[in-house]
């Protein structure tokens, strides 16, 4: 499984160099780039886990919220803020701080009921890489990528049933879905 993982992070970051290459730097500092470099690399690790196994291992989403947390007292070291331009709530440092705690409850907690409203509706697997991704990206990004996905993954979904593929009720990963719709709320960001 390690064999595999290091496999998966190096196309990850080949995939990136080419992206950066081809569209240009995502993040501005070479912190940042580093950071999300290793973000990429984690959520497509995470992704393909999913595809392959229907499981998000806790340690990818262990990772997201150490990156996460880097990524927190990088932006405070440096003094680069993320507010939404409300800047009596989210004036920095601490609308900065609140961003990310709202980002890591805001859709896991009514998705966490959810699940355990309707079993086998979502994984928990699904809701803690989405409360760690949103963690790291913050609130505007979290809804951003998570709308993607749910566009992505209903798309596929029904395409899916439609061709006989699989048939109502049988599951789809949501893993690679949610990684991809953060990879586009990371390029939308930068």
Partial sequence: MKEFSLRVRALAGAGLAVLEWRLGPVAGTLPDRLMEW????????????????????????GEL???????LVW??????PETWGQEALFAWPAGLVLDRLLALVCLSLPLLLLAAALPGSMGGGDIKLLAAGGFYLGVRQLFVSFLAAMVFAGLVGAALLVSGRVRPGDGIPLGPFL????????????
């Fill in 179 to 190: 990684c991809g719709g953060m990879v586009m709320a990371l390029i939308m960001r930068g």
């Fill in 65 to 71: 919220f150490i990156l996460g947390t880097c990524r």
């Fill in 38 to 61: 290793i973000f990429l690399c984690i959520i497509v690790s995470a992704a393909v886990m999913d595809a392959r196994t229907m499981v998000i291992p806790d340690r990818y989403v």
């Fill in 75 to 80: 932006q405070w070291i440096a003094g680069e």
